[in-house]
Nanobody
């Protein structure tokens, strides 16, 4: 499974970004799709996941209330809406599904 992420960029603190993740040549169909992130010099950490079948979601404490993970079944795409961004949200964001990783998309938040 090849996962394609997009939507990263540079934004000022307090701003918003929306990330997208879609499988190339396949579909999610079922299971969990998750977002992780890795900041410079730090380990990769969990951000959020959504269960494709029932839309159950979970969030890391650090992003709860600011980030929203959602799905568009028609587009076979997962989104991560990131609001009220902080400098500490700067990282490469990765999509994960069934053990497969995307290439990552860089987000940078300037304070």
């Amino acid at each position: 499974v090849q996962l394609l992420e997009s939507g990263g960029g540079l934004v000022q603190a307090g701003g918003s970004l929306r990330l997208s993740c879609a499988p190339s040549g396949s579909s999610f169909n079922s299971g969990v799709v998750a977002w992780f992130r890795q900041a410079p010099g730090k380990e990769r950490e969990f951000v959020a996941f959504i269960n494709w079948a029932d839309s159950t979601t979970r969030y890391a404490d650090s992003v709860r209330g600011r980030f929203t993970i959602s799905k568009d079944e028609a587009k076979n795409t997962i989104y991560l809406q990131m609001n009220s961004l902080k400098a500490e949200d700067t990282a490469v964001y990765y999509c994960n599904h069934r053990g497969y990783w995307g290439q990552g998309t860089q987000d940078a938040v300037s304070s």
